[in-house]
């Protein structure tokens, strides 16, 4: 048991669950091209992914301890490690994205600069939205996080050296799932972003109004895949992603109950959405 408990914390909160789902992301795109998901595509996705998590991690560790305690007292230990595990992962990434075309290779910059940007920050970003870092600007933070996980589609059809409208079109769902995630993220983080300063939906506007968002990201991807599919730009496999809007739903639902674990409910089920897409969208191919 005590093994089982070290994988699940190592898994969820050492950030390799979010890392597959993007890999299962990365899947997906693959099927609705019509082609099966290479491993060293799927592998490039987690690589980049965790880098981009790591970074993010160590540039926020002391302001997550006000947030999520549990995990960043788990990663504190590997601190020191962070700038050998980002370069590693990265590096991994970049020499596998070199085997297979340029253009692709080139395009892989595009998720390196977003994650710097986002983590650490830059002066050039003050004379274009008035602060240093993202995350300081009320929902900037969320749709930059949105825009650089849309772009999976597009690095899938650089990989395959075939840019086709359905990868564009799926990229404003995955924006907007993720943008269900990272606001309800931030209800999580409101005690936190709130001693910091930092301007978020709930801190701003309040818990209630945040859900009252998140519900209405839910039901515009939900009705922009139907329109999609009635318009015949995506497969009718695809309403099976009509079962992820229902399934963020019943998170939220949990997260209101008194009794909820709210940590439990972003960094398992939450982030865990990812991984079911590659799985239940090959499911919906296979049957249909």
Known sequence: MRGLHFAYKEIVLGGHLLALGTASIASSSAILMGQSPAIDLLLMAYLFS?????????????????????????????????????????????????????????????????????SIGSKWLVPLIGVKKLKEKLLVKNVAISFGWSLIPVLV?????????????????????????????????????????????????????????????????????????AWRLMPSFMAFALLFPLYSTLYRWLAKRPDSNINVLCDTIADGEYLLWGPLIYLGRTIF
Do not use: C, H, W
């Open 157 to 229: 059809g650089l990989y395959y050296q075939q840019l086709t409208l359905i990868l564009f079109a799926f990229a404003p769902f995955i924006f907007l799932r993720l943008m269900v995630n990272t606001i309800f993220f931030d209800i999580r983080d409101v005690d936190g972003d709130g001693k910091a300063g930092i301007r978020t939906l709930p801190t701003v506007y309040g818990a209630k109004r945040s859900f009252a968002i998140i519900t209405l990201a839910d039901v515009l991807s939900a009705f922009y895949i139907i329109l999609l599919i």
């Open 50 to 118: 965790y880098g981009a998590y790591t970074i993010n991690r160590s540039a926020e560790m002391d302001l997550d301890i006000l947030s999520n305690r549990g995990r960043t007292e788990y990663l504190q230990s590997r601190r020191k490690y962070f700038p050998a595990i980002t370069a590693a992962y990265f590096t991994s990434g970049y020499m596998l994205a070199a085997l297979r075309n340029l253009t692709f290779f080139l395009a892989l910059m595009v998720p390196l600069l977003l994650s710097l940007v986002y």
